[in-house]
């Protein structure tokens, strides 16, 4: 398994825009499929984006297509999340996630996860 870190969370107002870091351990990196979930207060995890190994194809939640971009960069062993025109319904803990195939991230079925970051999006 791969050990996940994530950094860039924070406080921001509505319309603003945040950048989430995952920072990985492992020789492996590049042959993993990444993604991103998250959990607000009371609900479950929901998945919000993944990138294959490669980063080829990238793949997003309904609810943040157009607005959350994410990106992988195998070099450094890092994947992010570029979130503009934040909504204060994005408010939740974001958590990074890696498995071998960007199928099974993108069903939740993870192997590993970050410990997750703080995100929230004043109205």
């Known amino acids: 398994q791969v050990q996940l870190v994530e950094s860039g969370g924070g406080l921001v107002q509505a319309g603003g825009s945040l950048r989430l870091s995952c920072a990985a351990s492992?020789?492996?990196?590049?042959?993993?499929?990444m993604g991103w979930f998250r959990q607000a207060p009371g609900k479950e995890r929901e998945f919000v984006a993944a990138?294959?190994?490669?980063?080829?194809?990238?793949y997003y939640a309904d609810s943040v297509k157009g607005r959350f971009t994410i990106s992988r960069d195998n070099a450094k062993n890092t994947v992010s999340l570029q979130m503009n025109s934040l909504k204060p319904e994005d408010t939740a803990v974001y958590y990074c996630a890696a498995d071998n195939l960007a199928s099974t991230v993108v069903a939740g079925r993870v192997g590993s996860w970050g410990q997750g970051t703080q995100v929230t999006v004043s109205s």
């Open positions: 492992g020789r492996t990196f590049s042959s993993y499929a």
């Open positions: 990138i294959s190994w490669s980063g080829g194809s990238t």
